[in-house]
């Protein structure tokens, strides 16, 4: 049972190129996130799809996109990157949120990722 | 919104020891508390979580206490041991159900 599993681990790019990161979850959760982890600055949500067909802005949504592929999987694409870019990615799925449900978040190992 | 601070940033104590990490956050109708380690290369993962209808809650060695009153909660961790080194983040769920993350804390547990 993988869990979630985020595409590529490491990755280098120039100012301007694109990219999209892959992530993929076994766990048949409704809910998937992407998260941004900068150092001392904890974890920052950049988009959430709160269930298939559905995407949602974070906190700091501006140079990213996102496509809800289908209930498994959820990519998030940089189309210009920006040395501000330069972060670990990790994506999360849960099931989907409610009063009820504490909605505990499964992450993967992330993306690390190098603008320059 | 909600805020969320975190504090310290790191805490060095010996193995066997207790440590205590502190949280405080701004908004009155938070309702929800985890908290998560992340060990080195991994992902964050849930260890211990709270409602606001709770004072306390233990799993073991770890705890965790909220004051809604003065909006802080803190995560305790006795006879600390080799593996709890880790980074520790703690969060409040906002009106919209999502995460507010605190900077996080660097455990350094001392032979």
């Known amino acids: 049972n993988a869990g979630v599993t985020q595409t590529p681990k490491f990755q280098v790019l120039k100012t301007g190129q694109s990219m999209t990161l892959q992530c993929a979850q076994d766990?048949?959760?409704?809910?998937m996130y992407w998260y941004r982890q900068d150092p001392g600055m904890g974890l920052r949500l950049i988009y959430y799809?709160?269930?298939?067909?559905?995407?949602d802005k974070g906190e700091v949504p501006n140079g990213y996109n996102v496509s809800r592929l289908n209930k498994r999987e959820f990519s998030l694409r940089l189309e210009s990157a920006a040395p501000s870019q330069t972060s670990v990615y990790f994506c999360?799925?849960?099931?989907?949120?409610?009063?009820?449900?504490?909605?505990?978040?499964?992450f993967g190992e992330g993306s690390r990722l190098t603008v320059l | 919104g909600e805020n969320v601070e975190q504090h310290p940033s790191t805490l060095s104590v010996q193995e066997g020891d207790s440590a205590v990490i502190k949280c405080t956050y701004s908004?009155?109708?938070?309702?929800?508390f985890p908290w998560y380690k992340q060990e080195l290369g991994k992902g964050p993962q849930l260890i211990i979580d709270?409602?606001?209808n709770v004072g306390e809650k233990k799993d073991q060695r770890i705890a965790v206490t909220l004051n809604k009153t003065a909006k802080h909660f803190s995560l305790h961790i006795t006879e600390t041991q080799p593996e709890d080194s880790a980074v520790y983040f703690c969060?409040?769920?906002?009106?919209?159900?999502?995460?507010?993350w605190g900077a996080g804390t660097k455990l350094i547990i001392k032979p």
């Open positions: 999360a799925s849960s099931e989907l949120r409610s009063e009820s449900n504490t909605g505990e978040l499964f």
């Open positions: 766990m048949n959760h409704n809910s």
């Open positions: 799809s709160a269930s298939e067909g559905t995407t």
């Open positions: 908004d009155s109708a938070s309702n929800y």
């Open positions: 709270i409602r606001s």
């Open positions: 969060a409040a769920r906002d009106s919209n159900y999502q995460l507010i």
